[in-house]
């Protein structure tokens, strides 16, 4: 499928974007192995949770829809999973696959995980190490770097694991393992990342401790069954938001958006380079943070981006890069070499497309330097089948003068379903 985005005179209107996909698949697969039926109301619509729907499924769990963004759980406990007759798909799903290994490390049986070209061609060796110490046996290409993963779990030991680098997946997929050791299993990180498992677990009644850098979940404690209500993608939000603040005589307002502290260096981000930016009705949601976020076309500035704030908005740097074309000055970003291993090398993508666009735009080997501000100019792009990238070109489209095509824009339901048609109701203003 081709997207061909038109210059915006201007955008308006309030919206909803959809529940939050890592809240999402923590909600289901913690709902999989908790003691009675868990209800996710705002279910993210994303092809990465149906991802994790069908895996869990197939692991012998009863799941129901009855209604648009609703699941119903009916949990098995910890140790209620069956193997499955068949290979796990996890489609383009890096949550799926690395949250997923957690749980099946600690059964008493076989499985194995794949997925698509692109999730294939991504490292896993980062959680296949900490579960082999726990005592899972992990086979997988390349000495167990990549999918296929065969696992075969069961009796493992707690250990205290320190992070190599920044990564709430891997964090989360060892403190999944660790609710089925006997002890306490620690994991120290070097820098904070998202804490949506722990913020669960808690929420759940599984013993949690938090203590400077240091995690501590308790095993042997199955999560008790909740209703969860799951706030609007942060991540998602940040398309409009950016698009807001860059296209002329401007007023978007995301109603529902997680505001986790983890989540958004984005909005920090943004502030500090001038968006006119404001947060009203901030409220708590099974303990996460929730507010309606309203952007104003604004008069942005280039900033220099490294560090702390990299992992909570690694994500959004793709997005970020677009803002910056129309920034004063020079943005530069360090330390995001992550950025290289995600569903496209995202470095080289965002640099290459919006170069092409007309942007003064160059790759680093950890980050990107972007001069602003550029007039773009509309032309055809390449997703590079990342859903990231896709929706990043479609409003740096937004801004360039003429008409931009993206290829392989469907990628875009891997996390937004309904992306473009949201975006075209804030061009009209309805």
Known sequence: MQARIQQARQLRGEIAVPGDKSISHRALIL??????????HGLSP???????????????????????????VNGKGLRGLAESADVLDAGNSGTTTRLLAGLLAGQP???????????????????????AQ?????????????????????????????????????????????????????VEELEPTRDHTERMLKAMDVPLKQKGKHITVRGGWAPQAANIVVPGDASSAAFFLVAA???????????????????????????????????????LENGEPVADITCRTSSLRGITLEGDIIPSLVDELPIIAVAATQANGAMIVRNAAELRVKESDRIDAIVTELSRLGAKIE??????????????????????????????????????????????????????PGFFDLLESVRRGV
């Open 363 to 416: 790759a680093t080997p950890d980050g990107f330097v972007v001069e602003g501000p550029t007039p773009l100019r509309g032309a055809g792009c390449q997703s590079y089948r990342d859903h990231r990238i896709a929706m990043s070109l479609a409003v740096a489209g937004l801004v360039a003068k003429g008409d931009t095509v993206v290829d392989d824009a469907e990628c875009v339901d891997i996390s937004f």
């Open 31 to 40: 709902g999989a192995v908790a003691e009675g039926r868990t209800v996710v």
């Open 245 to 283: 603040a860059t296209v002329p005589n401007s007023a978007v307002t995301v109603t529902n958006v997680g505001i986790n502290p983890t989540r958004i260096g984005f909005i920090s981000t943004l502030k500090e380079m001038g968006a006119e930016l404001q947060m009203e009705n901030e409220r």
């Open 46 to 72: 994303a092809a990465d949770c149906a991802s994790t729907i069908r895996s869990l499924q197939a692991l012998g769990l009863e799941i129901a829809l009855p209604e648009k963004n609703t699941a119903v």
């Open 109 to 131: 049986f076989f499985t194995v995980i794949t997925g698509d070209d692109s999730l294939r061609s991504r490292p896993v060796d980062r959680i296949v190490k900490p579960l």
């Open 134 to 186: 726990m005592g899972a046996t992990i086979l997988g290409r390349r000495e167990g770097r990549f999918l296929p993963l065969a696992i075969r779990g069961g009796n493992l030991k707690p250990i205290r694991y320190s992070l190599p680098v920044a990564s709430a997946q891997v964090k989360s997929c060892i403190l999944l393992a660790g609710m089925y050791a006997e002890g306490d299993t620690v």
